[in-house]
Every structure is written in C-alpha cells, then in structure tokens.
C-alpha cells in the first residue's frame, strides 16, 4: 500500500517539475545595451555600486555585442550621501539616524550624443543606533544597499523605456 502511494506521489512531484521547465517571466525585456564610457562624481564608492550593478547587466547581453541593436551609452553618475541625526535621548546621545542618498544619473547615445535618461533619484532610510557599534554600521550598510537597489531598479526602468522607444 505504501509503496504504491509512493509511486503514485513521486509520478505527481515529477509531472509538475516537468510542467515548470520552461518557465519564463511576463514582464521581462532584453536590454541590449554597453556601457562604452562612465563618469562618476563626488561619492566615487556608491557610484561605482551603480555602476557596478548596471555593468554586470550589460555583461549579460555581450553575447550579442556584434548586434546592431545594441545600444551602446555614456553613464555620468553622480552620488551624494548625507548621514543626520534624527532623535537624541537627554544626554545628547543619537538614538535614530537618517541616511539620504541621492543620485543624478545621465545616460546618453554614443553615437548621437542624445540624453536617454535625466533623472534624479533621491531616496532616505532611518535606522537606531544598536548597542553595538558594529552591529550600528552593519545596519547602516543595509540600509545603503537596500536605495542603491531601489536607484538601480528605477535607472532599468527609465533606461527600458527609452530603449524601446528608441
């Protein structure tokens, strides 16, 4: 008895990852697009982030680098960070911190010289100060980490729309 319920759950299991092999997202388009030059100005370290970010996704598509649709652009990336103390107790010590990054990004054709993105992006986060100073920066670093993402999410979704305009 056990051994045929078995079988006959091991042959569902194997029917659904099947059926799950050609899996595809809906809301997915290929940017075809290389970075042939870059600037980044004053905060060099979270720009590079950004860049950093933005490069690994143009690596993916250098397979079709000889593709005249390839878009290739100029990135000029200019970061700001701005750390403020949000509260403090009595004493004077800060308990709550706010970091502010806020990044112009202007991405151009090569070619053409034509501005396809201009756009400012400015995002904040708070976070509290931990008993541990260590434990403070870790959280801070997160909190960095998590608006660089949000920055390079919307830089794709301003890019995707003036890539297929284009």
Known sequence: MKKTAYLITSVILLIFINSCAG????????????????????????????????????????????????????MIIDTTKNKTSMSKDAAGKVL?????????????????????VNQTFSYSSLYQVQTQYSETINLENKNIENIIDKIFQNILIKMSDSLISK
Do not use: H
Request: hydrophobic share 25%; glycine share 2%; net charge positive.
């Open 23 to 74: 899996y595809k997202p809906i809301y997915t388009t290929e940017l075809n697009f290389e970075i042939t030059d870059y600037s980044l100005k004053n905060d060099k370290k979270l720009g590079k982030k950004i860049y950093s970010k933005l490069y690994n996704l143009s690596k993916r598509s250098k397979n079709s680098k000889d593709d005249p649709q390839t878009a290739k652009i100029i």
């Open 96 to 116: 709550e911190y706010k970091i502010e990054i806020t990044s112009n990004i202007q991405i151009k054709d090569y070619f053409s010289v034509d501005e396809m």
